[in-house]
Structures are given as C-alpha cells and as structure tokens.
C-alpha cells in the first residue's frame, strides 16, 4: 500500500516537473523568436544642406548635373572614413543657414567661416580651410584701395562674411550696397559696372578669374583669414560634429586630406 503510493507521487511529480519544464521551454523559445523578429532600427541617413554656387568648394558640373566641389569631396570622404550615409541639398548659403536653423537639415557645409557671432547659433567642427576676403573688380578698373571705392555702389552676397565686412565699413566709406543671393550674379553685377567692386573670400573669387574667365582681377590683401567649419544648429546632433571631426583628422593623417585640396590647387 505504502508502495503503490509513492510510486503515484513519483509519477504526479514527474508530470509537473515535465510541465514546468515545458513551459520554462516555450517562455525561451517565445523570447528567443521575438529577438530574432524584432525590428533593427535602421542608420540613421544625416540631411546636410550646402551652397550651390561656391567653386572651388561647391558648383554645379553641367556634364554630369551633380554639384561637386572641395566641400562635397571632404564630407564625402569623412562620411565614408566614419561610416554613416547623408543626403546633400546644394540650395544656396543663405537658405542652408535657414534650413540649419529651422530644422530641416542636421547640419551645412558651405564654406562656413566660423565666427564668435555665427557660435550663438551654431556648433562647429574643428576647421578644415583658412581664408579670408578681398576686394575684387572689373579687369579694367582703376581702383586699388578702399579709399579709391568712397561713394560708390559695391555688391554683397547675403549671409557671407563679405556682407559683414562691407556693411561695417559703409559708413567710413560712404558706400551703397547691393544685395544678391550668389557669387556669379555679384561677379556679373561688378564686370557690367553695376557695382564699382565686390568682397568675396579669396579661393572662391580666384578660382571664378582663373577656371571661369570672369573679367574680374582682385586688389589689395587678404582682409582677416579665418577657418571654415562644418556647422549644426546649437545643442543638436553632437554626434555628427564629433564624426567630422574624427573623420576629418583621419583624412589628414593619411594624406587623403593633402590629395583633395591638390585636386583644387591648395
């Protein structure tokens, strides 16, 4: 009697301990299926937005209809040395600083100097170029200094630095000012004689009289050489700033760097 009994126990024990066993084996393997069917999330694709008329940093090759340009060849090179996918929009300095600012793109690349005013709006990366403006004017032009410039009419493109420093020395110099959203139409505004002279950064209005054939020469020095950045609106994508960063040292440390801006005559 005493027998027949364990031997029921023995058999209701060894029941439960097969149902437990059971179901402790579907909970993993539940688990196990909803890892391996869980959604991955998906690279982040970064939006940046650029200039559309900057050369040698960023213009517009006719042949194959692509904007390309020593800003494009850098962020290229820095987003494949750092693994991560973005997505250009070449519009305009003017409406890339505004895209920055309202949120529509992660960051800009657009020949950016970078300023202690510019920093209350935007985080910068480490810089990746020095310039600085000049004056330029019409080939044939008579004017050498500022002093020659007094009351006369310059072009200024909006957003720039050329802006900046023209408007802090309009008073001094008795100028007007005119205003134009991109370097060819302010080249053009200064070789038709509409504008007496323009400021631009040196590369850039260079390259426009050495590639471009603008009627353009440039006098006098170079006016206050500072770096540019790559910029992201303030407090935002710090990653994408320490990427470019990270990426840009690796760039010059292989020489990846040198090789790009040689391929621009720097």
Not at 12 to 33: D, E, H, N, P, Q
Not at 69 to 93: C, K, S
Not at 172 to 183: H, K, N, P, Q
Request: charged fraction near 25%; proline fraction near 2%; hydrophobic fraction near 40%.
């Amino acid at each position: 009697m005493k027998r027949s009994l364990i031997n029921e126990l023995e058999v209701i024990f060894v029941k439960k301990a097969s149902r437990y066993l059971a179901l402790a084996l579907t909970g993993l393997m539940i688990t196990a299926l909803a890892a391996c069917g869980a959604p991955k999330e998906e690279a982040k694709t970064y939006v940046i937005y650029s200039d559309n008329a900057f050369a040698p940093f960023e213009y517009l090759d006719e042949a194959t209809g692509k904007h390309v340009g020593l800003d494009m060849d850098i962020m290229a090179a820095i987003a494949e040395d750092q693994g991560f996918a973005y997505e250009m929009n070449n519009v305009g300095f003017d409406p890339a600083m505004g895209a920055v600012d309202s949120g529509q793109a992660d960051g800009m690349i657009a020949g950016m100097t970078i300023t202690e005013e510019r920093k209350l709006k935007y985080d910068f990366s480490d810089g990746y170029f020095v310039d600085g403006q000049i004056m330029a004017v019409a080939a044939d032009s008579t004017i050498a200094t500022l002093e020659d410039l007094r009351g006369q009419n310059v072009a200024a493109k909006i957003g720039t630095m050329s802006t900046q420093y023209v408007e802090s020395i309009a008073d001094e110099y008795e100028l007007t000012i005119s205003y134009y959203e991109d370097s060819p139409t302010m080249y053009a505004a200064v070789a038709q004689g509409n504008s007496a002279a323009c400021f631009e950064d040196r590369a850039v209005v260079g390259w426009a009289i050495e590639s471009n054939g603008i009627a353009l020469k440039t006098v006098g020095d170079v006016i206050e050489p500072r770096e540019y950045g790559f910029a992201v609106k303030k407090g935002t994508s710090p990653e994408l700033i320490e990427m470019f960063n990270a990426g840009l040292q690796n760039l010059k440390d292989s020489g990846k760097y040198d090789e790009i801006l040689a391929q621009y005559g720097y």
